[in-house]
C-alpha cells in the first residue's frame, strides 16, 4: 500500500485513496477465498461418484489450501500494479487543479513565512485581547469601589445637611456655630449622665445598708 497521505485526495474525494483500494484489495481476496471453498466443494461432490477413488477431503483441503496460496501470490503481485495506476491516474488531483474552497489562497498567495508572521501577528493580538479584558474588568471593580464609596459620602452629606437643619431651628445659622452648640449639649448630656449614675450608685448603696 502507497504510504504517501495524498491529503488533497481526501479534501476532495472524502476518503484516502489509500482506504479505498483497501477496501477493493479485501473484497477481492474475500471473493477469492469463497471462490475456493466453492471450487473445493464441487470436487468433493464429484469425488462422491467415484467409489473407489482414494483422494480424501483432507488432500483435496491441502491441494485447495496450496492453489489459494497461490493465486493469493499472483494476485498481490497484479493488485500491487493495478493500485499504482489507479492511485496515479484515477484517484489523484493534479498539481494545477485547485478545489473551490482554496480558490481563495489563488487570490491572497502567502510563503511559509508569511503564514508564521500573520500567526505570530495573531497571537500578539489575543495576548493584547486578554490583557485589555483585565483591565476592563479591574476598571469595573474600581468603579464598582467608587459607588460604594460615593455613597458613603452622600451619607455623610445627608447626616450634615440633618445637623444643619437641626441647628437653623436653634437658632445657630453657621456651621461652626451649629458644631460648638452641638459639643456643648454634648458635654451637658455626658454632664448629666455621670450626675445620674451618681446617684443612682448612693441608691444602691443606701439600699444595701438597709
Known sequence: MSVNPMAYEAQFFGF????CMLRVYIAFQDYLFEMMLVV????????DG??????SPCQIRKSTEKFLLFMKEHFDKLFSKMEEVLLQLVL????????PEDKVHEQY???KEQFQALQDEIQQLQQQ????????????AELEEQKAVRAELEKILQWFDG???????HGTSNFKESFAFLTQNSKKL????????????KIKKHDQLL
Open 190 to 201: 455626658q454632664d448629666v449622665l455621670k450626675d445620674v449614675e451618681k446617684k443612682s450608685k
Open 92 to 99: 489523484n488531483v493534479p498539481e494545477n487543479v485547485l478545489l
Open 163 to 169: 445637623l444643619d437643619n437641626i441647628c437653623r431651628e
Open 16 to 19: 484516502t485513496p489509500q482506504t
Open 40 to 47: 473445493e466443494s464441487v470436487i468433493l461432490k464429484k469425488l
Open 129 to 140: 485581547y486578554r490583557a485589555e479584558a483585565s483591565a476592563g474588568q479591574a476598571l469595573q
Open 109 to 111: 498567495p502567502y510563503t
Open 50 to 55: 467415484f467409489p473407489g477413488c482414494k483422494i
